[in-house]
C-alpha cells in the first residue's frame, strides 16, 4: 500500500503539516462508508487511511518510508503489460494482485508519464513493474 496514494498525494513530493492533514481529511470523508456519496474506483480502509496519515504526518516516520519505498521499488514480483490492465473511468489502471479481492495494483497516466512505472499492491507487499510504451505525438 501506498501512503501517498491513499492520501492523494503524489509520491516524491514534499508536502507542508497542513496540506497532509488536509488530505487526511478529505480521504476519511472519501472512504467512510457512511459520508461517501459516491464509490470512489479505489477503496482504502479507515485503517489504511489513518495509518497513511500516522506516517507521512511524522517526519522521522515519512523519511523512513520513503527509504523503504525506494529500496522495494527495485524489486519487484513481476512485469505485467499494461494492455492486461483494465481502464478505469478515471483514467488510471487496475490490475487484479494475487493477494485477493482488496488488493490490485493502481497506476495513472500521471504515473506513466513520470516514469512511475515500479507499482505497489494496495492490499499486500507485492509490487508489480508496468511494461508500456508512451506514444509519440506528431506536432
Known amino acids: 500500500m501506498n501512503h501517498y496514494s491513499v492520501l492523494n498525494l503524489k509520491d516524491g513530493k514534499t508536502y507542508t ?3 497532509i492533514k488536509e ?3 478529505k480521504a476519511l ?4 462508508p457512511d459520508k461517501c456519496k459516491e464509490k470512489p474506483s479505489v477503496v482504502y480502509t479507515i485503517d489504511q487511511v489513518k495509518e497513511a496519515y500516522q506516517v507521512l504526518s511524522s517526519e522521522k516516520d515519512r523519511q523512513q518510508y520513503q527509504i523503504k519505498q525506494e529500496e522495494e521499488s527495485s524489486h519487484y514480483y513481476s512485469i505485467v503489460d499494461l494492455s492486461e490492465f483494465e481502464e478505469l473511468d478515471n483514467g488510471s489502471y487496475y490490475y487484479p494482485c494475487r493477494c485477493g479481492d482488496l488488493g490490485g495494483y493502481v497506476v ?3 504515473d506513466l508519464e513520470n516514469n512511475r512505472s515500479v507499482v505497489p499492491c494496495m492490499g499486500c507487499s507485492l509490487t508489480i513493474q508496468v511494461d508500456y510504451e508512451i506514444a509519440e505525438s506528431d506536432s
Open 17 to 19: 503539516d497542513d496540506e
Open 23 to 25: 488530505a487526511y481529511r
Open 29 to 32: 470523508l472519501l472512504f467512510h
Open 108 to 110: 495513472t497516466e500521471d
